[in-house]
């Protein structure tokens, strides 16, 4: 561990930064699914939303392979919508309403937040926190951190901020799903979208200045 990643804090930092993108990683998985809810929310026509969606992605994808840089968060975010129309494209060979056939397109992303949700908070019950993982991924050694018990409490809460923002989106869309409000369901997929993960992001970046814990897993068995 180098002396610029001496604390736990530092290291959860930099881990963060790199498996977010930093702004354009962000921008890049936020804009086409926030772009298909605003288009199908005025326009009410599901094919012209995904189109315009897909449109920008692969737009955004093909200056990615200009440059030559990562694509990671784009090609992320057109499985996204990929298995967003997939969802629609089934629900209407089905015979189902144009209204069902909106609302399957939203139907992954409960699926997920919900799956995700779960997970998270078993790794923090069975005391294994998943944001340790990201620590252990730079440390060379994946479960070296639960040594440290100051890192496995502050891991466990980081995990806690991870969970909120998905287990806050099954309990709103949840029940707009199951009463088909396809106008509120796509307003809450804005607003508790990525306002809410960077929310989410603003109270990790707190937590993680206003501590200092020491990196310590206890003494080196090389040592005499």
Not at 4 to 11: D, G, I, L, N
Not at 67 to 87: C, D, E, H, K, P
Not at 153 to 177: K, M, Y
């Amino acid at each position: 561990m180098t002396s610029a990643q001496a604390t736990v804090e530092q290291v959860v930092r930099a881990q963060l930064a790199k498996a977010l993108g930093g702004p354009r990683g962000i921008v890049e998985s936020a804009v086409p699914t926030a772009l298909f809810t605003i288009c199908f929310l005025v326009s009410d026509d599901i094919r012209m939303s995904l189109i315009a969606s897909i449109a920008v992605t692969a737009a955004l994808l093909v200056v990615r392979l200009l440059q030559r840089s990562s694509t990671q968060f784009v090609l992320n975010a057109l499985v996204g919508i990929g298995i967003g129309a997939l969802f629609a494209y089934r629900a209407s060979q089905s015979g189902g309403s144009e209204e069902d056939v909106a609302r399957a397109v939203f139907t992954p992303g409960l699926i997920y937040n919900g799956a995700y949700a779960v997970v998270i908070v078993f790794t923090i019950l069975i005391g294994w926190p998943i944001v340790g993982f990201m620590v252990g991924s730079v440390m060379g050694d994946a479960t070296a951190w639960h040594e440290d018990k100051a890192m496995v409490r502050l891991c466990s809460r980081l995990t806690w901020v991870l969970a909120v923002p998905c287990v806050i989106r099954v309990v709103v869309q949840l029940p707009l799903w199951l009463d088909h409000q396809i106008g509120l369901l796509g307003a809450s997929k804005i607003i508790l979208g990525w306002p809410l993960q960077l929310a989410a992001f603003a109270v990790m970046a707190w937590l993680l200045t206003r501590n200092r814990t020491p990196i310590d897993l206890g003494p080196d068995p090389r040592r005499p």
